[in-house]
């Protein structure tokens, strides 16, 4: 099924959805750039994921207008993801769901930009995401959406170049996913809890020949961990700083992913390698290095014995809810 000339003209409905943890004191900068959009939300959806900041009630008394989905527990982002696709999309019928991380600040222009991507796409392609370029705020490094070939392939310098191009993996945040799209490729895997669910989704919903397109003008500041430039043998390299309970699930999910759904002795050795590389990094370079290297490797193992769940909240208390 085509995108119909409806959902690409002034009448099509967009909804935002945000997954928010313990994000009181960054979300009131998140909503009030929604709220600027110089094309207007038909919705503004905020995943409150089981938050004790207060969030839901400083949401209630500065923000009526939102609407708010509470969790009863802390979903992780691809459980909060889900959520959010399945109201905005399923039950509520938008055109469009425009998805975020509590973090991210798209300009005033992002959705208009975005959505003008459409007047590039030649007539007969299935689309099924809008992507922008994502910007960390403090480095002024882009995160590129990637190519996909048994394993991460970066776009070309001439493809990044290109004011419309057409990728296989793009984060969540910032994503413009296609309601029609998400109603027959399903909801993302909650079981992920946290990193890889989104690369998970697109490769999914690549495999069913819906497409993602890249809008190269759509900047907007995003941030991928704890960011900070590092010098080793005469070269500068950005490196992003995760916490030992986020790398487990780093480590996990695209070994499982691997070994499970797409499995070949080439995505095989892809994840292996990536992790080792995650691992080399955190052993030189993380605040927490032996606590992560450990948490990558029950992270490995799980992953090929197919544990998914909730095995570690934020703070590393383990949970242990396996699927």
Known sequence: MLVPEQELGSGVSVASITTAYNAIRILPRHIEALMRQTRPLQEIVIVDNGSTDGSAAMLAERY??????????????????????????????????????????PGANALEELLAGFALIRPGLELGMMVPLPVNESTGMPYPPLLWDEG?????????QRPLWFADLAITSGSLVRSEAARRVGLPRPEFFMDFFDFEYCLRMRSQGFLIAVVRNCHFAHSIGDARKVRMLGRDYILANYAPWREYYRARNIIYSMWHLYPTSKTKRFAISRVLRQMFWAALFNQDRFKSVYRMLQGVSDGIRGKLGIRFLPGGAPVIKWR
């Not at 009863?72 to 399945?86: C, P, Q, T």
């Not at 991460?152 to 990044?160: C, D, I, N, T």
């Open 152 to 160: 991460f392939v970066k776009p070309s310098a001439e493809l990044l």
């Open 64 to 105: 009526p207008q939102v609407t708010v989905l509470p969790m009863a527990r802390n979903l992780g982002a691809a459980g909060g993801w889900a959520e959010g696709l399945r109201y905005a999309a399923l039950e509520k019928g938008h055109d469009w769901v425009w998805t975020f991380d509590d973090d991210s600040v």
